[in-house]
């Protein structure tokens, strides 16, 4: 990894010097992929966050929106995680984009959870569960029911604090 990044830091200064915005924008999304991937989530941030400005179009922002909310939630930084999951969604409700509806929401309901926002966490889990459906994806729906089942467990506060969560949590946290 360190040599990946190493080229992708190389073509990130190829670019400014050439002031190839294409380019300067693709080496910063792959620099934050590494760095997330090797589990520096605040160094991904802050280079998903120089990368903001150059995201073209709803996709991207979406998807870039997304993955600095994860790296928040990976950080429990968890009001942050939510807050980026909501720009997440705002910019897939835009474009209409049901996959990233379903990645916002789900990211929403696991930093809500957290949270102890249990009724907000539902809420949003209900939002995923039916984009998952809507994408016949089989596999996201059957995760988002049975949390779905768990979550009322927290809601008779039988759990005092999100962090003595049910281990059938675990998808979600």
């Known amino acids: 990894m360190d040599k990946a990044l190493h080229q992708h830091e190389k073509d990130l200064e190829l670019a400014k010097k050439g ?3 294409d380019s300067k924008s693709r080496a910063l999304d792959n620099i934050g992929r ?3 991937r ?3 989530f605040q160094q991904a941030i802050e280079v998903w966050e ?6 073209c179009g ?3 922002k979406a998807w870039l929106f997304h993955e600095i909310g994860r790296c928040y939630l990976e950080l429990k930084l968890y009001r942050e995680a939510r807050d980026y999951g909501s720009r997440s969604l705002m910019a897939a409700d835009e474009i209409s984009d049901e996959k990233w509806q379903l990645n916002a929401s789900v990211l929403m309901a696991q930093a809500e959870l957290k949270l102890g926002n249990y009724k907000a ?3 949003h889990f209900e939002r995923a569960l039916d984009r998952a459906k809507l994408l016949q994806d089989d596999s996201a729906s ?3 029911q049975k949390v779905n089942t768990d979550i009322p467990i927290l809601l008779s506060h039988s759990l005092p604090h999100p962090s003595h969560h049910p281990s059938r949590l675990w998808p979600f946290l």
């Open 34 to 36: 590494v760095y997330a």
């Open 50 to 55: 120089e990368k903001l400005p150059l995201a």
């Open 58 to 60: 709803g996709l991207e």
């Open 121 to 123: 966490c539902v809420s």
């Open 38 to 40: 090797i589990g520096k």
């Open 142 to 144: 059957e995760a988002i």
């Open 19 to 21: 002031d190839l915005m």
